[in-house]
């Protein structure tokens, strides 16, 4: 097969999943909506589902991803995959910065991505399950920024970014941790491998039905005409999905590398902006609202990306 016909598979490689992870999200949340109305679930138990993702959940998924078999070929992939995914991390927060000075939710829908719950589905469906491990160094990264600086821009304290806080929150640890254990090359345990993949698969569930509780104490059609709404999606969908495309293209890496981060990159707003949000008592509802649009755009970004992609790498 030539390259366009490669780029094309890819391309609708990608739709597929792409539509159903969003399908699956928004009947996870429409539960969780659902439950809220009913009075099944109240406020209290979005409070507590956020406590669990942030402590336990999180943590376990970037430990696991971690938890591989050592190679001298992982190695160099790790070193090169958590080196440009930090940069292109960097290079999000800088751009969402400027662009939403003095306005803490924004930044954080515009810098953070769902690279977890829609990115590895695509990778995988894309590059194949290989893949899957360039994507996960960009979680880690990703989960480890959101407790720091992500908390730093909803609470305004800088105590966030102490070096006491950043080593002891729970993300970070998750990291060190899962690093120790992979450079150390400590053998897989099964049982405790099946723990955290019983942990981390609560994720998108617990995620999900927080955001549909949070829209169940929401004024839907408000959101909508919220214009920022919209700035925040054409930054987190295409500025940033683009300018990572042309950071990518700086270096001489493995295809596949570049595709995995590329897709990461272009995913939507994560569900963890409203979740830190409601823990910072900042508008946890507008912050549901990112999550909502940007992931119903992506299905018209994502594929959009990846084309031009082609052009390029």
């Known amino acids: 097969m030539n390259r366009s016909g490669l780029y094309g598979a890819c391309i609708v490689s990608i739709i597929e999943p792409l539509i159903q992870q969003v399908l699956i999200m928004f009947l996870l949340m429409g539960m969780g909506y659902a439950l809220n109305r009913l009075g099944i679930l109240s406020e209290q138990a979005a409070i507590e589902f956020g406590k669990l993702l942030i402590n336990l ?25 958590l080196m440009l995914s930090a940069a292109m991390l960097l290079l ?15 930044i954080f829908a515009a810098a953070f991505s769902n690279a977890g719950f829609v990115g590895i589905p695509l990778v995988e469906a894309a590059l194949g399950k290989d893949a899957v491990f360039f994507i996960t160094c960009m979680i ?17 304290s800088k105590k966030c970014m102490s070096p006491k806080a950043i080593l002891t929150s729970p993300m970070v640890m998750a990291l ?37 509780i949070y829209l169940a104490q929401s004024d839907l059609m408000a ?42 990159a272009a995913t939507p707003t994560g569900a ?36 031009l992609s082609q052009l390029v790498f």
């Open 57 to 81: 959940v999180i943590p376990a998924i970037i430990l696991k991803s971690f938890w591989i078999e050592y190679s001298f070929q992982r190695m160099y992939e790790l070193g090169m995959t």
């Open 92 to 106: 999000a927060c800088v751009v969402a910065r400027l662009l939403f000075r003095g306005r803490p939710i924004d």
């Open 140 to 156: 880690a990264l990703l989960n480890a920024m959101q407790w720091t600086y992500g908390q730093y821009l909803l609470s305004g």
């Open 176 to 212: 060190l941790g899962g690093f120790l254990i992979f450079i150390l090359r400590v053998p897989t345990v099964p049982l405790a491998q099946s723990v955290l993949s019983y942990i981390s698969g609560l994720n998108t569930p617990l995620a999900m039905m927080t955001l549909g």
């Open 223 to 264: 959101l909508l005409r919220a214009k920022s709404l919209f700035a925040v999606s054409s930054v987190r969908l295409l500025v940033i999905p683009i300018l990572s495309l042309l950071f990518l293209c700086l270096f001489p890496c493995d295809r596949s590398i570049k595709m995995a981060l590329l897709i990461a």
């Open 272 to 307: 963890n902006v409203a979740i830190f949000a409601q823990q910072h008592n900042k508008d946890y509802r507008y912050a549901c609202g990112t999550v909502c649009v940007t992931t119903l755009l992506s299905m018209f970004t994502m594929p959009a990306i990846v084309s």
